[in-house]
């Protein structure tokens, strides 16, 4: 088993065998993109600078002086693999190159903790699917009953909406509690206020490379090629509010307000070692969708919620990515079968990630069941929805033969929702 000379533990997310890639800022200067290792981020814009990737198709271009990974996603598995392996033999044990090379290191190298985790990229579109068949059967459930679950679509093709890439923040940023239209059962009309059920989703996002001209499908067995790396999403959700608007189209408001991702952007070459099959999908999907190989990855999947007045964590999800009916490659082909144009930098995610267990469910619509089983806390609290001052973290990996291959966390802070006062104004003054 390969080691750096970046001294990593067995339970480090960053090992040699990750090196994912991310944005990163020290204090007063710009941003650039670096890799992780171990505790410390390594600063690929000097590295670049220095001819230490020469022959990996990024000289001459300062890919990595880029405020996002953008450029870099654009160029390909052409160059992605030979950049992923110049940087593990630059910083192999062995390799005296840059170990070396002292006054170079001790400018290339930052603690984690003394710098800033921005965006990965420049976010130009986002899709959410709803790809987990527990998750989707759960939910349908809860709504219109076990005998009508699923609807008659769900297992014939990947569902999908479109979100706001401009409400995607990186994990550390607060998220405030949406306010909008909410309408009981025993009410004529709606009322407006602060969301009364607010709710996670535990999810992965993927990063699109290059992408595909207009007009044009990516077929099945070459969408993977169009995916740079995966990222932990939170894609935070207003029960209350989704209820009362989601007919005919769907999420609108409920889902616009935030979405939280991890800032380490993981290749899809490192999860190699980690395929799986997936779920047996019946009925045989479309032509279009058949795929040949493993599907999917076997990524651990944990859910942390800790009041603000305790301070006390309790893991609420424990589940895993292999659960995963629809595959990264499917949800990409179906996406763009009409021949939709993605481009570099847009992203895509899974959709709530379930397992058939209670305790592996990824949301908490599901986990309380709409707030009729609530969760008990480490603190000796209860949980039906999340409450002010909560923060949510999620942390991911893939357990290797001494080694993991993680994605760090996600997390997020809950802020009270705005006063009724101050988004109207004036009126809600003469109002009141």
Known sequence: ?????????????????????????????RPRVGTAIGEYVLDLSLIEQAGLLDGTGVEGKNIFSSPSLNPFMALGRLVWPSVRSKLQYLLDENTPVLRDDKNLCDQAFHRMENVTMLLPAEIGDYTDFYASKEHATNVGTIFRGKDNALPPNWTHLPIGYHGRASSIVPSGTPVRRPLG?????????????????LDFELELGWFIGPGNSLGEPIPVDQAEDHVFGLVLVNDWSARDIQAWEYQPLGPFLAKNFATSI???????????????????????????????KNRSFNINLEVYLTPENTGKETRI?????????????????????????????????????????REERGSLIELTWRGEQPLELNDGGERTWIEDGDTLTISGWCQGDGYRIGFGEVSGKILPALSEEKILGKQAKVKI
């Open 1 to 29: 088993m390969k080691h750096s000379f970046i001294e990593t533990k067995p339970d480090s997310h960053f090992p040699i065998q990750n090196l994912p890639y991310g944005v990163f800022q020290v204090t007063g200067e």
């Open 181 to 197: 239209q909410r309408k009981t059962k025993d009410s004529a009309y709606p009322v407006f206020g602060p969301c009364t059920q």
């Open 262 to 292: 991890s800032p380490w952007v993981v290749p899809l070459e490192a999860l190699e070692p980690f395929r799986t099959t997936g779920p047996k999908q019946d009925p045989e999907p479309l032509p279009y969708l058949q795929q040949g």
């Open 317 to 357: 999800t424990k589940t895993n990515f292999n659960y995963m009916y629809w595959s990264i490659a499917q949800q990409v082909a179906h996406h763009t079968i009409t021949g939709c144009k993605i481009r570099p930098g847009d992203m895509q995610a899974s959709g709530t990630i379930s397992g058939p267990n």
